[in-house]
Each structure stands twice: as structure tokens, then as C-alpha cells.
């Protein structure tokens, strides 16, 4: 089956007991069981619902993995990937990783034991430098939010082989449409399915995807054990937002590139930040290991202008956090998702006050043009 083809059948697709064309939702907590003593397939839906099941094997199937699970939330899927570590073991993390995961770091895995070192992740000698005897696994998206920076997953995934470590990528940038991990040779990947998974602004969720049956186990057995599961709801709302990933990316993706060609030729624009930039640094690596530019772009008005004016002044795109909707979203780093970072280290790792992140969504492009031109005129 060809990946467009699997977005709509792979997984569990239909239901066998009656033909429904869509899986149902099993709103339920418990399961009769036939006999005392048995190994039933479903007991209990902390450990086991159908309906979670669908999504679980759907996803599993387009990132080519052996299994697949289901969180109440990309930050849950996250948090319980790093329950694999035990107090004393060591991680390498990127340096541009989303605001969250850099707050669960942080303030909460650091005081349970965990340590951390935070590296440029393009900067492949420096990932070598940072490993130590205690370390376990490296930590990466990419592209990052909000910059857009592109980390070369093979190869990392290499040095992660060659020193017995985990190789995890966040992938919600980028969604198993454009970039699949897995078959670069990561061993796990982490998705925020409140994002473009999703589809609509309407469901938050997780997902955790692995390469190797044993951690699969693993995970599951942690999955199970700390509870942080997605419920029948979202997770027929995330299968049926999944559907349709195709048909969204490839008009998120027309909208961006307009979008670029519009700031690009704009003299109020500083800096821009986008995986199609053929004259940025990581292009090659894009080419190489992304089907695809995705629907983030992130830039940076010229000092002198009001990135507040030009906020307020957008009359369509929507001040909101959160991106990969239908809708297009606009959203200031500095003061929003990246207001948990430090400033100082925020400015270290590139993230200006004047920098603003758009969520391009899959409306009519001259619609957003308008927008935009209207908005920095303002500004
Ligand atoms: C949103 C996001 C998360 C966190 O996911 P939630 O579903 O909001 O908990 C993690 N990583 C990235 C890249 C994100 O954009």
C-alpha cells in the first residue's frame, strides 16, 4: 500500500463486526470475561480499547514501525518515552526543542534524577563531545519550533547505534507524510497529534511509535503502568483527522511556499525561517530526508516595527498557539510558546522578541496574502 492509500485503510480501518466502514467507539472501561482465569484480548481500557487500538496501528503502519501507542497528549507521550531512564542516566537533547519538553526537562525530569545536556543537534562533533559513559539516548525534532532547524537524522541515528544509544525524534513538524524517522534508523518517534496529525484545532493527543519489538514491550508495559492514555473519543477523531493528512499537507504546503515568495520579496522582513529556503545552510539535508517543505514558517519583522501592530492588525489568520490546523495561526515565540524558556537563553538559541511563527493553514492563499500585506503595512 502506497502512504496516501494507508492514511485511509492501514491499521484497523473498518469494523468486522457489523461492516461499519469506520471503526466505532467503544465507550467502555471494562470487558466481560468468558472464563476465570483467561487471557481475554481487551480487560480493562487503561490497558486496552479498540478504538485506541485503531489509532495505535494506524499510526504504527505510516511511520513503519513495529508499534504505535496512544497519549492523552503529545507532552504524556513524551514524558512516558522518558520513563525508559532511570535516575543517573544521561540525555542528549537539542537545543530548539519545543517550549514543553524543555519545561518537563527541566522542572521535572532534572529532580527525579534525570540528566540532560543540551546540544546543537546539527552539529554532528558535537553530539560526539557530548556522550558519556552514563548516557542512554539522544533527544530531537526536526524541524525545530520555531526556527526551522534541520538536524540530519541518519546520521545521528548512526552515532546513536554506534555508542548503544536511543535515538528519539519528535516528528510533529514535519508528520509521517513528509519525514519518517523510523526508516532514517531512529528507534522511537514522539508526535504532538494536537498538531497536524490532528488536523483541526479540536483534540489534543499523543502518539509514540517504535522501531524494535522489545522497547515496543517496553513501552507498552509503561503506557500501561503510568496510565497517561488517549480515550475512545479522541482517538476515533485523531483516526478520522489522520485521513485526510494528505490532501491537508499538500494544500498547507502550496499555501507556505506562496507565503515565503511573498515575505521573501517584502523589505519589512528580517530573517526567515523555513525548510524550503533553498539558499539556508540545512537545505541539502532537507532534500535529502524530507518529502516535502511542510506548512511552518517563521520570520522576523525589522527592528522599528510594531510586531504587536501587525499581530492585532492580521484580520484572518488567528493570534493562537498551537499550529497544523485548517486554519492558519499566528503566534509570537518570545511571549507564547517559548515564554517558559529564560530569556537569555532564548536570545542565545536564535529566539528574537521580533521573531513571529505562522501556522499556515489551507485556506484560499490570496485570501492570507491580503492579510499578511495589509497587517505589515500596518505595522
Ligand atoms: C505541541 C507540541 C508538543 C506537545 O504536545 P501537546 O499535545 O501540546 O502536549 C510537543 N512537541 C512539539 C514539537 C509540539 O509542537
Same mark, same amino acid.
Given at each position: ?223 500501561? =503502568? %503510568? ?10 477523531? +485523531?483516526?478520522? !483527522? &489522520?485521513?485526510?493528512?494528505? $490532501? @491537508? ?84 515565540? =518570545? %511571549? ?10 532564548? +536570545?542565545?538559541? !536564535? &529566539?528574537?522578541?521580533?521573531? $513571529? @511563527? ?22
Amino acid at each position: 500500500m502506497k502512504f496516501n492509500t494507508k492514511l485511509i485503510h492501514a491499521g484497523i480501518s473498518q469494523d468486522k463486526a457489523t461492516g461499519a466502514v469506520n471503526v466505532p467507539i467503544y465507550q467502555t472501561s471494562t470487558y466481560k470475561q468468558q472464563e476465570l482465569g483467561g487471557t481475554p484480548q481487551y480487560e480493562y481500557s487503561r490497558t486496552g480499547n479498540p478504538t485506541r487500538e485503531a489509532v495505535e496501528k494506524l499510526i504504527r503502519d505510516l511511520e513503519n514501525g513495529t508499534a504505535g501507542f496512544a497519549f492523552a497528549s503529545g507532552s504524556a507521550a513524551i514524558h512516558t518515552i522518558f520513563t525508559l531512564f532511570s535516575a543517573g542516566d544521561h540525555i542528549i537533547v537539542g537545543n530548539d526543542v519545543y517550549g514543553g519538553t524543555f519545561r518537563l526537562i527541566n522542572s521535572v525530569l532534572k529532580r527525579l534524577g534525570l540528566q540532560f545536556t543540551t546540544v546543537d543537534t546539527r552539529n554532528l562533533a558535537a553530539v560526539k563531545d557530548a556522550i558519556k559513559g552514563n548516557t542512554k539516548a539522544i533527544y530531537l525534532e526536526t524541524p525545530t519550533n520555531p526556527l526551522m532547524q534541520i538536524s540530519d537524522i541518519a546520521a545521528l541515528a548512526e552515532i546513536g547505534h554506534q555508542n548503544k544509544l536511543l535515538t528519539i525524534v519528535d516528528n510533529t513538524f514535519a508528520t509521517p507524510y513528509i519525514q519518517r524517522p523510523l526508516d532514517l534508523g531512529a528507534d522511537i518517534v514522539v508526535h504532538s497529534a494536537s498538531k497536524y496529525l490532528g488536523g483541526h484545532s479540536d483534540l489534543v493527543a499523543g502518539l509514540a511509535v517504535v522501531k524494535d519489538k522489545e522497547l515496543g514491550q517496553k513501552i507498552g508495559y509503561l503506557q500501561n =503502568a %503510568i496510565g497517561g492514555i488517549l480515550g475512545p473519543q479522541d482517538s476515533w477523531l +485523531l483516526q478520522r !483527522g &489522520i485521513k485526510t493528512l494528505a $490532501v @491537508r499537507m499538500k494544500a498547507h504546503e502550496q499555501n507556505t511556499q506562496a507565503i515565503f515568495d511573498f515575505l521573501h520579496a517584502n523589505d519589512k522582513i528580517g530573517k526567515i525561517y523555513y525548510p524550503g529556503d533553498s539558499e539556508a545552510p540545512d537545505y541539502k539535508i532537507v532534500k535529502k530526508q524530507m518529502n516535502g517543505f511542510g506548512g511552518m514558517i517563521s520570520f522576523e519583522l525589522k527592528k522599528g516595527l510594531s510586531v504587536k501592530k501587525f499581530i492585532e492588525s492580521l484580520k484572518l489568520i488567528t493570534l493562537a498557539e498551537s499550529l497544523g490546523s485548517v486554519e492558519s495561526l499566528v503566534e509570537v515565540p =518570545a %511571549i507564547m510558546t517559548h515564554g517558559s524558556i529564560p530569556e537569555k537563553i532564548r +536570545l542565545e538559541n !536564535g &529566539i528574537s522578541n521580533e521573531l $513571529v @511563527r505562522l501556522s499556515v493553514g489551507i485556506e484560499e492563499v490570496s485570501d492570507l496574502l491580503a492579510d499578511l500585506k495589509n497587517a505589515l503595512e500596518k505595522a
